[in-house]
């Protein structure tokens, strides 16, 4: 162990920054309390010394290159749970909520993949799944549905649906699929 510390001894310092930047950047954004104008100040503050003093990162410079890129690029959204009380700091209760789904299919559907019914009417379903583990909603609520909305989608879906019914039949047999095609295109063309 002392071999290989000696060995990589050189390699520290800079691992030590790198790591101390990030771990200050990770405590700056989960602070409890501060308001959305004093993080982005703070981890402004933080990510423009990183930028200045990113040649003493050594080998790490482009790592914390990326690190400075990738804060960039998500810093216009990157304030809105400060700003917003609803929104959570972290994605993991979304993908808490998603791994729950996608392990309720499988475990109803006996598939070890994603069903192609959630593929085709996820958008519907899965909204719905997660509507309904908030709260059970009453028959009055669902009648105020927007009908207008609800055919908007339900038309969406079934036209998903007949694509897919249409690439499947094609895949089956493409000479038939394309012959009959090519039949209702001249008898659309006949006169009436």
Not at 9 to 17: F, G, H, K
Not at 69 to 79: I, R, T
Not at 92 to 95: I, P, V, W
């Given at each position: 162990?002392?071999r290989g510390?000696?060995?990589t001894?050189?390699?520290?310092?800079?691992?030590?920054?790198a790591?101390?930047?990030v771990?200050?950047a990770?405590s700056?954004?989960g602070?409890?309390?501060?308001s959305?104008?004093?993080?982005?100040?703070r981890?402004?503050?933080?990510?423009?010394?990183?930028a200045?003093?990113?040649?003493k990162?050594?080998r790490?410079a482009?790592?914390?290159g990326?690190?400075l890129?990738?804060?960039?690029?998500?810093?216009?959204?990157?304030?809105a749970?400060?700003?917003n009380e609803?929104?959570p700091?972290t994605n993991?209760?979304?993908?808490q909520?998603?791994?729950?789904?996608?392990h309720?299919?499988?475990?109803?559907?006996g598939?070890?993949?994603?069903?192609?019914?959630?593929?085709?009417?996820?958008q519907?379903?899965?909204i719905?799944?997660a509507?309904?583990?908030?709260?059970?909603?009453?028959?009055?609520e669902?009648?105020?549905?927007?009908?207008a909305?609800w055919?908007?989608?339900?038309?969406?879906?079934?036209?998903r649906r007949?694509r897919?019914?249409?690439?499947?039949?094609?895949?089956?047999?493409?000479?038939?699929?394309l012959?009959?095609?090519?039949a209702?295109l001249?008898?659309?063309?006949?006169?009436?």
């Open positions: 162990m002392d510390l000696g060995a001894a050189s390699l520290w310092p800079a691992i030590v920054l790591f101390g930047w771990h200050k990770a700056m954004l602070a409890e309390g501060a959305g104008g004093e993080v982005r100040r981890l402004g503050g933080l990510l423009g010394a990183m200045v003093h990113r040649d990162a050594g790490l482009g790592a914390v990326h690190f890129k990738v804060s960039k690029s998500y810093w216009p959204g990157l304030f749970c400060y700003e609803g929104v700091r993991n209760a979304l993908e909520l998603f791994g729950s789904q996608r309720h299919e499988r475990r109803a559907s598939r070890k993949s994603g069903s192609p019914s959630l593929v085709l009417r996820g519907a379903r899965l719905a799944a509507a309904t583990r908030l709260r059970a909603f009453t028959a009055e669902l009648a105020g549905a927007d009908r909305e055919a908007r989608l339900r038309a969406e879906l079934d036209e007949q897919r019914t249409q690439r499947r039949r094609f895949r089956k047999d493409p000479e038939g699929f012959r009959e095609l090519e209702r001249i008898q659309s063309g006949l006169p009436a």
